[in-house]
């Protein structure tokens, strides 16, 4: 993997450009003289996490023959007090809309946390990463 990030504007917007010339905006708070115009680089930690373990619960379900109607995600980080602010606790919420069982569901997830996502065994040597799962109708 290869990334090239460029200054662009005021002193904290950036672009992160990748190897397919897909670009992401990233920004610092207001409180150090960013614009707060994009993510802030905590809040793309959270989304890979939540990117990377979506994907892999959908492939999951997917390759046990069921299909993922409706899916979002409610993401709930915590960071620590002192510096530097790391996130001790995430929990991710997921709202899904399956043909599968809950019993499908939940080893799906099960699998998504303890194997297959990379994001979150990176993360879970550090952060206390936990789920849980609502089923819509």
């Known amino acids: ?11 904290f917007s950036m672009a992160v ?3 397919r010339d897909q670009v992401l905006f990233t920004d610092a708070s207001s409180g150090i003289g960013g614009a707060d115009s994009a993510f802030r680089p905590m809040e793309l930690v959270a989304a890979g996490l ?11 379900l997917r390759k046990k023959r069921k299909e993922v109607a409706v899916l979002s995600v409610d993401v709930h980080a915590h960071r620590v007090e002192t510096t530097p602010a790391v996130f001790d606790t995430i929990h991710l919420v997921f709202n899904l809309s399956t043909n599968a ?17 990379s994001v979150a065994n ?6 206390t990463i936990t789920y849980s799962y609502n089923l819509l109708t």
Do not use: P, R
């Not at 939940?106 to 996502?117: G, I, M, P, V």
């Not at 990176?122 to 952060?127: D, F, G, H, R």
């Open 1 to 11: 993997m290869k990334l090239t990030l460029n200054l662009k504007g005021n002193a």
């Open 17 to 19: 450009v990748n190897e």
């Open 50 to 60: 939540v990117s990377c373990s979506s994907i892999d619960l959908i492939h999951i």
């Open 101 to 117: 069982e809950e019993s499908v569901v939940e080893k799906a997830l099960q699998l998504t946390f303890d194997k297959y996502c």
């Open 122 to 127: 990176m993360l879970k040597a550090t952060v």
